[in-house]
């Protein structure tokens, strides 16, 4: 596309001076002119020619000179629009309070054409730059539109409903929060019922944060909740699901995964860890049991991986903690992780609360440790609680 320049001067010679200087440009389409003779002429073609970007303007013009005009121009605040002031030589305190008030350069009568041809080539090249820069602006703007679509989404995937089955509520409590270091992340959690004793739930972390775990969250989620709602036993479960991202996965990306089965009536836990933090138990004693850790590789990096379940007994009162490594590694300012200990002691303290009472108290404890350190990590959680 052409380049607009706007030549504003009340003497009428230049106008063929300029068409005739620039007559190669103007002939390929490289340049587009437009003349007004006084700063009020030069507004009205502005507002018809919005994308005009250079203007060379003569400072003494009858009904609005060249400083006023300038003034106008800069409130216009657009920084693709530059000005190249034009007057006499003996002219030069108008022609420095010009610059001085944002003027992007100057030329003197006589003009030396040559010089100006150069004048207004350095001007193009600048606005290339800026043009360039409010393309990324406009680009990182919907980008983060996206991003904030694609939050709401994620947590839209993720059960917020509490309590999520009103029919066991005398059995269980249970409860649930996922917090993103990013906009999007890659940790998810979901329970769901699989017949009138037992309901599914589990708790994952894909490698890697921001778009792309997002996404292969959102892939792998519903692989797992597909799988586990056919009531299959849970390594089972995990090793169909593995079998089927593992397949599919891009850039060797996984997701460790505890996944279980929980019978609302007896308290049988029934679970396999692929990869996952081992669960802490906390127990009606106040006292803190942490499960064995996994034996089982993670899912979606081996088709030909193999899973094992595992059982746990919880008694009336017991809580079973589900987190991500977000908590545990968790840091401060002087780059020191939260830890199981401190989880451990965040516990001890909270075992007769209900299941949104200790996950709440272990992330204040977080937010106090962490002393404003930026979050680094996913921070998620899953708490189930016997009742009776």
Do not use: W
Request: glycine share 6%; net charge negative.
């Amino acid at each position: 596309m052409a380049v607009k320049i706007l030549s504003v001067d009340d003497e009428a010679d230049l106008e063929s001076l300029l068409t005739q200087y620039f007559r190669r440009k103007i002939r390929k389409g490289e340049y587009e002119f437009f003349f007004a003779h006084n700063g009020l002429e030069a507004l009205m073609v502005l507002s018809k020619n919005p994308d005009i970007e250079i203007i060379l303007s003569d400072i003494n013009m009858p009904e609005m000179d060249g400083l006023t005009l300038l003034a106008k121009i800069n409130e216009m605040r657009n920084p693709a629009l530059k000005c190249v002031m034009v007057s006499a030589y003996g002219d030069m305190g108008n022609i420095r309070q010009a610059m001085n008030s944002g003027a992007f350069d100057f030329a003197t009568k006589p003009i030396d054409l040559d010089d100006l041809s150069a004048t207004i080539e350095k001007a193009i090249e600048q606005n290339k730059y800026i043009h360039s820069a409010q393309q990324e602006h406009s680009q990182l703007e919907n980008l983060k539109s996206d991003l904030s679509i694609a939050s709401e989404i994620q947590q839209a995937i993720l059960p917020r409903v509490f309590p999520p089955f009103p029919d066991y509520c005398q059995y269980l409590d249970i409860a649930a929060s996922m917090t993103a270091a990013k906009d999007v992340g890659g940790d998810f959690y979901d329970f769901f019922q699989l017949d009138n004793d037992r309901i599914g739930f589990l708790i994952a972390d894909v490698c890697g944060k921001g778009i792309p775990a997002s996404i292969f969250m959102a892939v792998s989620r519903t692989v797992i909740r597909t799988t586990g709602l056919r009531g299959i036993p849970p390594a089972e479960v995990i090793d169909t699901a593995n079998k089927l991202i593992a397949a599919d996965s891009v850039d060797c990306m996984f997701v460790t995964v505890f996944y279980g089965t929980y019978n609302v009536k007896t308290g049988e836990v029934i679970y396999c860890n692929a990869g996952h933090n081992p669960p802490h138990v906390l127990k009606s004693s106040c006292t803190v049991e942490i499960l064995p850790k996994s034996k089982s590789m993670v899912v979606g990096a081996m088709e030909i991986a193999k899973y094992k379940e595992d059982r746990l007994q919880l008694e009336k009162g017991d809580s079973l903690v589900m987190f991500t490594d977000g908590v545990t590694e968790a840091m401060n300012p002087e780059r020191e992780e939260f830890g199981t200990d401190r989880l451990n002691e965040s516990l001890k303290d909270v075992a007769y609360r209900s299941c949104a009472e200790i996950i709440e108290t272990v992330k204040d404890d977080i937010k106090d440790f962490a002393n404003g350190a930026e979050q680094s990590d996913d921070i998620t959680m899953l708490v189930i609680k016997r009742l009776q």
